[in-house]
């Protein structure tokens, strides 16, 4: 089983530009997750969704936006990107029949905007 | 505000034992979390604590004390390979992840 998979693997993105990150699950979880990760910082969830149809603004939600189309995917969005949204983007998972579920996660995307 | 709080840095001997300290204030509290994430790669699960006590899986335990806000991971029998952060997360009132910065540990041979 592949679990959870990100593309690209890092991308150096031009200010202004727009760009998509694609996640893709395989384990049927109904809730998915965007966070970012900077140096210094903890993990920062930019946005969630709790089942196929519904997402939800986390802590940072602001330059991004997500659809779920469908369980699988979970694609985040920068319409135009910054120099600030340089990071280490981590797509996760988890079941969401529980309130306290374990969350998996996809193996990053590296961004930086220049 | 909700606050994470782990050391940044700790270093421990091969075979050792090392004990990696989180404390937390968060807005409810719906268990904690331990996660370790070698350089460059994705974070991993480790252990949940939702009652008081002390949780064992192998050569690794976590305690939790919620009336402290306080929580460890105590790591045995270190091996190179346990050189990694570990991180804190915090589920709070709404059911979300609140993650500390994580603490790097190095292991020495």
């Known amino acids: 089983t592949a679990g959870i998979t990100q593309a690209p693997t890092s991308q150096i993105l031009a200010a202004g530009r727009s760009m998509t990150l694609r996640c893709t699950q395989d384990?049927?979880?109904?809730?998915m997750y965007w966070y970012r990760q900077d140096l210094g910082l903890g993990l920062r969830l930019i946005h969630y969704?709790?089942?196929?149809?519904?997402?939800g603004k986390g802590e940072v939600p602001d330059g991004y936006s997500v659809s779920r189309a469908n369980t699988d995917d979970f694609p985040l969005t920068l319409a135009s990107a910054v120099p600030s949204q340089t990071s280490v983007y981590f797509c996760?998972?988890?079941?969401?029949?529980?309130?306290?579920?374990?969350?998996?996660f996809g193996p990053g995307t590296r961004l930086t905007v220049l | 505000g909700q606050n994470i709080d782990q050391p940044t840095e700790m270093t421990a001997t091969e075979g050792a034992i090392v004990q990696i300290n989180c404390t937390y204030q968060t807005s409810g509290f719906n268990g904690l979390f331990w996660y370790q994430q070698h350089a460059g790669e994705a974070p991993t699960f480790l252990s949940y604590n939702v009652l008081d006590g002390l949780e064992e899986k192998g050569r690794f335990s976590s305690f939790l004390s919620r009336s402290k806000g306080y929580s460890y991971l105590l790591l045995k029998e270190l091996q190179m390979k346990d050189s990694a952060s570990y991180l804190c997360?915090?589920?709070?009132?709404?059911?979300?992840?609140?993650w500390g910065a994580g603490t790097k540990l190095i292991i020495k041979p």
């Open positions: 997360a915090v589920s709070d009132s709404n059911y979300q992840l609140i």
């Open positions: 384990m049927r979880h109904n809730a």
């Open positions: 996760a998972s988890s079941d969401g029949r529980t309130s306290t579920d374990t969350q998996y």
């Open positions: 969704s709790n089942t196929a149809g519904t997402t």
